[in-house]
């Protein structure tokens, strides 16, 4: 996709989307990063069922550490890998307070040591707390960018450097959030939508759909 088709295809999004946001439900930023930890291989919609509960229980790092983690782990059973995200919960919850005060740090690095933390989690809470311009690239974004010609890569490494690079800086702050909803909900995996989609005639994908 020409650099002309980009900035084009985030200008639409843009306007379809003024405010674009995380589907995940939360109160504060380490809700939203235990909500991120425990989104992977779920889906934000079981997340949230499940938080709802859990946050009324434990909203800070040390209500969850007195919660304790079978405790957790009964608040999110219905999320695959349960017990193994409860017992992170509980570890990156205390982690956050003996290192960082119980806040939730403005790096990288240090968000990447907490437990259950990776770089897609790390560049969410980035992005979404902080307002850092990142890409956080999951399932979706992966596809859509492959898909429609927009950053394509080998892996979501590869992907999230194409992006950062290509999406115009003016867009680069929300890019993360409008893409992730177009491949959730119009770019999807087994049909793309493509009669509904905003951006069809920029996308450079050859078997598109009515």
């Known amino acids: 996709m020409k650099r002309e088709a980009i900035r084009e295809f985030f200008r639409r999004l843009a306007e379809a989307n003024p405010h674009p946001t995380t589907e995940l439900e939360y109160g504060s930023p380490y809700q ?4 991120v930890v425990l989104s992977a291989q779920a889906t934000d919609k079981s997340v949230n069922l499940a938080t ?3 946050f009324a229980a434990a909203p800070t790092p040390e209500a969850m550490i007195t919660l304790g983690e079978d405790s957790v782990a009964e608040h ?3 999320i695959g890998l349960f017990r193994n995200k409860a017992k992170n919960t509980v570890s990156l919850s205390r982690q956050l307070l ?3 005060g119980g806040e939730v740090p403005h790096n990288r690095a240090a968000l990447e040591a907490l437990p259950g933390v990776g770089r897609k989690t790390a560049n969410v809470v980035l992005n979404t707390v902080f307002g850092d311009p990142v890409m956080a690239v999951d399932t979706h974004i992966f596809r859509l960018s492959n ?3 927009l950053a394509p890569g080998k892996d ?7 992006l950062m690079r290509r999406v115009p800086k003016d867009y680069l702050k929300d890019a993360h959030h409008w893409l992730i909803l177009h ?3 119009v770019c999807t995996a087994r049909k793309p939508l493509c009669g509904a ?3 069809r005639d920029l996308c450079t994908f050859r078997d598109k759909t009515d």
């Open 98 to 100: 003996e290192r960082h």
């Open 147 to 149: 898909r429609s010609g």
């Open 183 to 185: 491949g959730r909900y």
């Open 156 to 162: 979501v490494l590869a992907v999230e450097q194409a």
């Open 197 to 199: 989609c905003l951006v």
């Open 52 to 54: 709802r509960r859990l």
């Open 76 to 78: 999110i059973k219905t």
């Open 32 to 35: 939203l990063l235990v909500a």
